[in-house]
């Protein structure tokens, strides 16, 4: 193997290598000259509540989404489904989510097992008469089905008391 003196090694730069290296120079440039980061702050939401930090731009950017105001992401959603849902516009949306938001922060945050107790007699109800409008009109007379008397349980249990004395 033969050594080659150091003196006589030389650094060759390519016209790419170069391109490169000015380019990152271009760009550390340009990166000192972006404006400063905004500072955030805190939004509170008009319908739930719910505090989120948000730049001042953000916010400005939602509230004229929101005809003036600011509401987090969640409850956007939730105005985008009742819009869709009810075919209304913007403000009767806006207007049926914060007056939802409104009772359950008055009632529901406060008394949740009575919220809850609400919530499943509104879906009985809905139930309910979701099955009177699928069952037989008025006047027209019931074709087949079984008629209960009375309850096995009674039966079910008799017999289990007398297997557990033999």
């Known amino acids: 193997m033969m050594m080659t003196p150091k003196n006589n090694i030389q650094r060759t730069v390519s016209d790419i290598s170069f391109e490169l290296m000015s380019k990152e120079a271009i760009d550390h440039q340009e990166a000192a000259a972006l404006p400063p980061i905004s500072e955030v702050e805190d939004a509170k939401c008009e319908c ?22 600011w509401i987090c992401g969640l409850c956007s959603e939730a105005v985008k489904e009742e819009m869709a849902k009810q075919n209304n516009g913007l403000e009767a949306a806006l207007t049926a989510h914060m007056s ?18 609400e919530a499943m007699r509104e ?44």
Do not use: W
Request: proline share 5%; glycine share 10%; hydrophobic share 30%.
């Open 48 to 69: 739930c509540g719910m505090s989120e930090e948000c730049t001042p731009e953000y916010i400005d950017r939602i509230r004229s989404k929101f005809l003036g105001k």
């Open 100 to 117: 939802a938001c409104a009772r359950f922060n008055k009632f529901g945050r406060a008394y949740p097992v009575l919220s809850q107790a």
């Open 123 to 166: 879906l009985l109800k809905r139930s309910t008469r979701r099955a009177q409008s699928f069952g037989p009109k008025s006047g027209a007379q019931k074709v087949g089905g079984l008629a209960r008397s009375s309850s096995c349980i009674p039966a079910i249990t008799r017999d289990l008391h007398r297997a557990g004395h033999n």
